[in-house]
């Protein structure tokens, strides 16, 4: 039997401590625009891969509780996308061929688009019209953010999820939406 040498306990408060040096980065006024773009958008189309795109999906479903038109790209059902619209992509590395595309599509559409990355100053970045920085180890990554034990991207996977969830919580308040209100928009056929 083998012997585990570092600890849950342990363990946990090194991830917890890794999460808290994130949050206490983030530029508060990145995430203003970034609310501000979601709150003015007629639709929201996001994209993301991978655990970046399972933590975007996320907050896809959470946007459409609050009310919001929000579609994920790849869904059949996604409508076109123009000017009064918004994509949020989700790009930890800044640099992912196929999400730089879709960007580069919407943008020819005369949508808004929000690039939430862990490396602010790559390709899909620049065409943003709003960029929040997540300052996260993130694979394939960059330096200048915070560095973690843990492997590949997880740092910046979870920081994104809970990032999306307090963004979820201020735009309940900026919205006047309720905890009531978003459950009835809940799916009621499963």
């Not at 007629?42 to 919001?68: N, P, Q």
């Not at 390709?123 to 180890?137: G, M, R």
């Not at 034990?149 to 963004?167: H, K, V």
């Amino acid at each position: 039997m083998e012997v585990i040498k570092i600890s849950f306990k342990k363990l946990s408060n090194i991830v917890i401590n890794e999460l808290n040096d994130v949050f206490s980065r983030i530029d508060v006024s990145q995430l203003d625009k970034f609310i501000n773009e979601i709150v003015n958008a007629e639709k929201i189309m996001l994209i993301g891969v991978g655990r970046e795109g399972i933590s975007t999906r996320s907050f896809a479903m959470r946007l459409m509780h609050l009310g919001k038109k929000s579609h994920w790209v790849w869904d059949e059902t996604t409508p076109s996308i123009g000017s009064d619209d918004l994509l949020i992509a989700t790009s930890g590395s800044g640099e992912i061929g196929h999400i730089h595309y879709v960007v580069t599509e919407a943008k020819k559409a005369g949508a808004r688009i929000a690039v939430v990355t862990g490396t602010p100053d790559r390709k899909t970045p620049q065409l943003a019209d709003t960029v929040l920085w997540i300052p996260a180890s993130v694979f394939h990554g960059k330096d200048n953010v915070v560095p973690s034990i843990q492997p590949m991207g997880n740092l910046f996977e979870q920081s994104l999820y809970i990032c999306f969830d307090l963004i979820i919580m201020m735009l309940m308040e900026k919205m006047k939406v309720s905890n009531n209100e978003m459950k009835k928009r809940h799916r009621n056929v499963e």
